[in-house]
Antibody
Framework: QVQLQESGPGLVKPSETLSLTCTVS????????WSWIRQPPGKGLEWIGS???????HYKPSLKSRVTISVDTSKSQFSLRLSSVTAADTAIYYC??????????????WGQGTLVTVYS | SYDLTQPPSVSVSPGHTASITCSGD??????VCWYQQKPGQPPVLVIH???KRPSGIPERFSGSNSGNTATLTISGTQAMDEADYYC?????????FGGGTRLTVL
């Protein structure tokens, strides 16, 4: 059974960089795509970006200037960095697995999510 | 950017059929997935490739997609189906979610 676990600071100050890591267990990180998805409290889901195990990345255009996603296959981990955060970046951050970035590529496994609060 | 539009809320009586729509430009040319999210939990995939159910998802969940609208149908709705539902598709290598629909079973 594939398991994903997010980790990282739960509090970040405005203008600083949010950093999260997702650790994958139960299956190889290879041959899949991995995404970060967030959900502000009481609101809907927002896709942030994805990375292929080989390193190819895709980002939501409106966040692209602030987002970096990286992968470390040796540790079965992928990471998110979101710079210059504001209160609008307060959300539950999920990591998820999928098989592609077009066509039929559902998010079939999700982490439990981690709440990141931007506070001043 | 590509947008997916869902009704904010849908109500259904137990045992009846609930339909949740998701609209987008030429959405029928894309594959749509549906996710169920209950409070405090991550989303769960209930429909992929427009109409296919993952293992473990009850047969009462079905989907369709044509033209500009995809529809999630829950037949014989049960109290346990009360949740938020999100549609999702890929556009230009970017993931897109609908705004979500809260299904109330009353």
């Amino acid at each position: 059974q594939v398991q994903l676990q997010e980790s990282g600071p739960g509090l970040v100050k405005p203008s600083e960089t949010l950093s999260l890591t997702c650790t994958v267990s139960g299956d190889s990180i290879n041959f899949y795509y991995w995404s970060w998805i967030r959900q502000p409290p009481g609101k809907g889901l927002e896709w942030i970006g994805s990375i292929y195990y080989g390193g190819d990345t895709h980002y939501k255009p409106s966040l692209k200037s602030r987002v970096t996603i990286s992968v470390d296959t040796s540790k079965s981990q992928f990471s998110l960095r979101l710079s210059s955060v504001t209160a609008a970046d307060t959300a539950i951050y999920y990591c998820a697995r999928h098989g592609g970035v077009y066509g039929n590529a559902p998010f079939d496994y999700w982490g439990q999510g981690t709440l990141v609060t931007v506070y001043s | 950017s590509y947008d997916l539009t869902q009704p904010p809320s849908v109500s259904v009586s137990p045992g009846h059929t609930a339909s949740i729509t998701c609209s987008g430009d030429n959405l029928g040319n894309k594959f749509v997935c549906w996710y169920q999210q209950k409070p405090g939990q991550p989303p769960v995939l209930v429909i992929h490739e427009d109409a296919k159910r993952p293992s473990g998802i009850p047969e009462r969940f079905s989907g369709s997609n044509s033209g500009n609208t995809a529809t999630l149908t829950i037949s014989g709705t049960q109290a346990m189906d009360e949740a938020d539902y999100y549609c999702q598709a890929w556009d230009s290598s970017a993931g897109v979610f609908g705004g979500g629909t809260r299904l109330t079973v009353l």
